[in-house]
């Protein structure tokens, strides 16, 4: 008998605290954005490097390793100059150290493509564009 008004006053007190917070919407945790996503790497740092470097020709792309290489581009208000770039996100959340960006470039000597140096600020410049446009996408997703 002890037994059955105890199973009794546990089923009680569970209908009683499932009935209050019934309504109530759960608390869930927080998952950083770049572990929800299946790819290697920070989803929002991928599609922004994808973006800047859309208006070159791809040659590579992988999304587990988050290296994105380019094939070179000419640029048509300057045909004599030419650049490819490698994009690597090194890690799984957002952070400035988290892309690094390597770029060749070429000029047209005498019919021959050259080695030619690239500016530092070049590279630093498009690191930023890929990294402003991460903080926005991943603005625009916590507040959408």
């Known amino acids: 008998m002890a037994r059955r008004s105890s199973i009794a006053f546990v089923i009680a007190i569970v209908s009683l ?3 209050c ?22 989803s929002y740092l991928w599609r922004a490097a994808l973006d800047t470097v859309s208006f070159m020709p791809l040659l590579q792309t992988d ?7 380019t094939d070179w ?4 208000s300057a045909p004599g100059d030419r650049m490819k770039l ?3 996100i090194l890690d799984r959340d957002l952070r400035a ?13 005498a019919g021959q493509w050259v080695d030619a140096p690239v500016q530092a ?4 410049k498009l690191e930023d564009i890929i990294l402003t446009k991460a903080r926005d996408l991943r603005r625009n997703a916590v507040s959408g």
């Open 21 to 42: 917070g019934g309504h109530k919407s759960r608390p869930r945790a927080e998952l950083a954005p770049s572990q929800v996503t299946t790819i290697g790497i920070n």
């Open 86 to 88: 490698t994009v690597t």
């Open 97 to 109: 150290d988290a892309v690094r960006v390597a770029a060749s470039r070429q000029i047209l000597t």
């Open 63 to 69: 999304s587990n390793g988050g290296v994105i290489v």
């Open 121 to 124: 600020a070049t590279v630093q």
């Open 73 to 76: 581009y000419v640029n048509p």
């Open 17 to 19: 605290t499932a009935a």
